[in-house]
Antibody, heavy 124, light 106 residues
Framework: EVQLVESGGGLVQPGGSLRLSCAAS????????MSWVRQAPGKGLEWVSS????????YYADSVKGRFTISRDKSKNTLYLQMNSLRAEDTAVYYC?????????????????WGQGTLVTVSS | SYELTQPPSVSVSPGQTASIPCSGD??????AFWYQQKPGQSPVLVIY???KRPSGIPERFSGSNSGNTATLTISGTQAMDEADYYC?????????FGGGTKLTVL
């Protein structure tokens, strides 16, 4: 059974940093692309970033480009999102999601499985 | 940047067919995906690559995509289908979600 468990969320001041983690199990982690998707309170889903199966390719939404960094550790079966220069508008529940392939097409991949999310609050 | 547009809300009577549209420029040239999200829960994939159903998703869920519009159709809608539904596509390797549609079954 695929399991994705996010952690690392919390309260941070504007301009601060936070690193989210997503522990994966139940599948061969190094064979699948992974993504982060966020949802501000009471709002819709927003794609944040994706990383290919072996980590060679990364993709970012314009709203986080240059501030967030996605990475993965095959030895720990863990996905990360390093978030710097945080703003109030980054406040959201952050979900990690497993894609259904290695992520090299970037046209046909679905967000097949989702974690339970971790809440990030940016406020002074 | 690419945009996907959904109606904020759709209502349907139990047992009837619900259709939720998602529009975007030449969306039919891309794959459309649909996610269901119930209150307090994580999203669940219900349709991928326009019209395919993941295992465990009831047959009453179907999808189509042509021209500028993708459509999620729920036949014989049940009370348990009441949820927010989001369409999604990829544009130049980046993910794009529609604003979401709240489906009310009444």
């Amino acid at each position: 059974e695929v399991q994705l468990v996010e952690s690392g969320g919390g309260l941070v001041q504007p301009g601060g940093s936070l690193r989210l983690s997503c522990a994966a199990s139940g599948f061969t982690f190094s064979s699948y692309a992974m993504s982060w998707v966020r949802q501000a309170p009471g709002k819709g889903l927003e794609w944040v970033s994706s990383i290919s199966a072996i980590g060679a390719s990364t993709y970012y939404a314009d709203s986080v480009k240059g501030r967030f960094t996605i990475s993965r550790d095959k030895s720990k079966n863990t996905l990360y999102l390093q978030m710097n220069s945080l703003r109030a508008e980054d406040t959201a529940v952050y979900y990690c999601a497993k894609e259904d392939s290695g992520g090299y097409q970037r046209t046909s991949e679905s967000l097949q499985h989702w974690g339970q999310g971790t809440l990030v609050t940016v406020s002074s | 940047s690419y945009e996907l547009t959904q109606p904020p809300s759709v209502s349907v009577s139990p047992g009837q067919t619900a259709s939720i549209p998602c529009s975007g420029d030449k969306l039919g040239d891309k794959y459309a995906f649909w996610y269901q999200q119930k209150p307090g829960q994580s999203p669940v994939l219900v349709i991928y690559q326009d019209s395919k159903r993941p295992s465990g998703i009831p047959e009453r869920f179907s999808g189509s995509n042509s021209g500028n519009t993708a459509t999620l159709t729920i036949s014989g809608t049940q009370a348990m289908d009441e949820a927010d539904y989001y369409c999604q596509a990829w544009d130049r390797s980046t993910g794009v979600f529609g604003g979401g549609t709240k489906l009310t079954v009444l």
